[in-house]
Nanobody, 117 residues
Framework: QVQVVESGGGLVQAGGSLRLSCAAS????????MAWYRQAPGKQRELVAD???????KYADSVKGRFIIYRDNAKNTVYLQMNSLKPEDTAVYYC???????????WGQGTQVTVSS
């Protein structure tokens, strides 16, 4: 059974930092691309960052230079380091095992990130 579990969300002031974690089990983690998405109230879910099995990364323009996605295959975990947070980063953040190009990704339950101004 595949499980994808996010953690690390919370409330932070603008300009602050948070690190999200996503632990995946039931898959050969090192062979999977992983991605972070987010969904703000009233908006569609959007890609935040993607990392391939080989470590290549892609970022949404809105987070380039502020967010970093990286993975630890020994821990079956992908991280999203979020710096210089802005109120517009407020959303539920979802982890996806399979990556942005997968037609059958596995999704986590999401973790809330709230950035106060």
């Amino acid at each position: 059974q595949v499980q994808v579990v996010e953690s690390g969300g919370g409330l932070v002031q603008a300009g602050g930092s948070l690190r999200l974690s996503c632990a995946a089990s039931g898959i050969m983690f090192r062979n999977y691309a992983m991605a972070w998405y987010r969904q703000a109230p009233g908006k569609q879910r959007e890609l935040v960052a993607d990392i391939t099995s080989g470590g290549s990364t892609k970022y949404a323009d809105s987070v380039k230079g502020r967010f970093i996605i990286y993975r630890d295959n020994a821990k079956n975990t992908v991280y999203l380091q979020m710096n210089s947070l802005k109120p517009e980063d407020t959303a539920v953040y979802y982890c996806n095992a399979g990556g942005m190009w997968s037609d059958r990704p596995y999704w986590g339950q999401g973790t809330q990130v709230t950035v106060s101004s």
